[in-house]
C-alpha cells in the first residue's frame, strides 16, 4: 500500500510563507509526476502545480504562478511546495498526490485533472488570514 504524508500546514498571516513536504512511503513504485491540489470549503478541488518525475518541468495554476514553487527530491521521494506571498484565498485544504507509472494505459506527462492522478495523501490544513 503506498501512503503519501504531507506536512507543513498552518495558519500564517497574508504575505507570508509556508513550506508544504510530501513524503511516500509504503509499497514502492515508479513516479511519473507529482502534484498539489487544494480544496476549499464548498469548492472543487482544484490543481496548484504539478512536477515531472523525470524532466523536472513545472506546471502551476494562472493563480499561483509566481507566488509557488514546487520542487522534488528523486531520492526520498518526495515533493514540496513553497507558498510565497499568501492571501486569504490561498486558504484550503492542501492535498499532495502521485502519478504512478503502469497504473493507467496512458498517463498525461502534465497531469493537472485529479483523476490523472493515482495516489493521495491526506491533506494538510492552510490557513491564510487578512
Known amino acids: 500500500q503506498v501512503q503519501l504524508r504531507e506536512s507543513g500546514g498552518g495558519l500564517v498571516q497574508a504575505g507570508g510563507s509556508l513550506r508544504l513536504s510530501c513524503a511516500a512511503s509504503?509499497?514502492?513504485?515508479?513516479?511519473?509526476?507529482m502534484g498539489w491540489f487544494r480544496q476549499a470549503p464548498g469548492k472543487e478541488r482544484e490543481f496548484v502545480a504539478s512536477?515531472?518525475?523525470?524532466?523536472?518541468?513545472?506546471y502551476y495554476a494562472s493563480s499561483v504562478r509566481g507566488r509557488f514553487t514546487i520542487s522534488r527530491d528523486n531520492a526520498k521521494n518526495s515533493v514540496s511546495l513553497q507558498m510565497n506571498n499568501l492571501n486569504p484565498d490561498d486558504t484550503a485544504v492542501y492535498y499532495c498526490?502521485?502519478?504512478?507509472?503502469?497504473?493507467?494505459?496512458?498517463?498525461?506527462?502534465?497531469?493537472?485533472?485529479?483523476?490523472?492522478?493515482?495516489?493521495w495523501g491526506q491533506g494538510t490544513q492552510v490557513t491564510v488570514s487578512s
Open positions: 512536477i515531472n518525475w523525470s524532466s523536472g518541468n513545472t
Open positions: 509504503g509499497r514502492t513504485f515508479s513516479t511519473l509526476s
Open positions: 498526490a502521485a502519478q504512478a507509472l503502469g497504473v493507467k494505459a496512458f498517463p498525461n506527462a502534465a497531469p493537472t485533472a485529479p483523476n490523472e492522478y493515482d495516489y
